[in-house]
């Protein structure tokens, strides 16, 4: 018997310039934003080190990932805590930073606008971009996101080994 798909739980995650559309399973947790462990050596997106469940998380700004301002970690800012994605990877969790408390969307045909990814010139950790009402959210893509984190997390350690 073959299941048709009409809707994904998604949570709309609220950024300081844009927001992100990510499947309800991804997210792990989030977590009131704090003071990250600075990192000596890494790319701007890479923002500092989480300890969370005695284990140290990279934390990433999808912002600058994608070209936007980086997030300011202002009052009201959250930590969403995301399960790898990729089946045997050596880093099962990594973190991002938002703006707010992500919120349940149901992601289907009616709620969904049209891709608007043909009118930005984004880079390919961003799957699609969608207006959903007048609001535009990223799609990300989260194995790529994770690659890429977690090659720049393995340069960053042996500048870094207490993280």
Known sequence: MNAVVESVRTL??????????????????VIN??????????????????????????????????????????RGSRIS??????????MPFFAIVTAGIPRLFNADDDALGD?????????????????????????PNLEIIQKVVESAWKSVRKYNPGQ
Do not use: F, M, T
């Not at 709309?12 to 399973?25: F, K, Q, S």
């Not at 891709?115 to 799609?139: F, H, Q, T, Y």
């Open 81 to 90: 805590v995301l399960n790898s994605v990729c089946a045997g990877s050596n």
């Open 115 to 139: 891709s608007i990814l043909g009118e930005k010139n984004l880079p390919d950790v961003v799957a699609d971009c969608v207006r959903i009402g007048n609001e535009e959210a990223l799609v």
């Open 12 to 29: 709309w995650v609220p950024l300081e310039e844009i927001n992100l559309l990510v499947p309800n399973v991804a997210v792990a947790e």
């Open 33 to 74: 934003y704090q003071p990250l462990d600075l990192i000596k050596e890494g790319p701007d997106w890479l923002l500092g080190c989480l300890r969370w469940r005695e284990q140290a998380l990279p934390v990433v700004s999808v912002e600058n990932l994608c070209g936007y301002n980086s997030p300011q970690g202002d």
